[in-house]
């Protein structure tokens, strides 16, 4: 596995990105020479196998919005987005 310090991924993370995708193998990166993270190859399908797996949350808000669309408890996203942007100034205030 290849490694990358914290201070390597900031200056080329494009490049670093690429090569993970690119052989297919994941790569650790250091902080301070410690173990921080790992960067691995991922296709569309897989994170969504993961997120699915990883994320109890994710499938019960997924849940809920089915059960919320199938009883008709919805807004058009203009009158949310309207709402929101309603409410801008007055957090700047």
Do not use: C
Not at 11 to 22: L, Y
Not at 28 to 40: D, E, F, I, S, Y
């Amino acid at each position: 596995m290849k490694t990358y310090g914290i201070r390597e991924l900031q200056r080329r993370p494009g490049e670093i990105i690429d090569q993970v995708e690119q052989q297919r193998r994941p790569a650790l990166v250091t902080r301070h020479g410690k173990p921080a993270a790992v960067l691995l190859p991922i296709d569309s399908d897989a994170f969504e196998e993961w997120v699915l797996a990883n994320a109890p949350e994710y499938v019960a808000d997924l849940e809920q919005a089915e059960v919320d669309v199938r009883e008709r408890r919805t807004r058009p996203a203009a009158e949310v987005l309207a709402e929101i942007e309603a409410e801008e100034p007055k957090k700047r205030r």
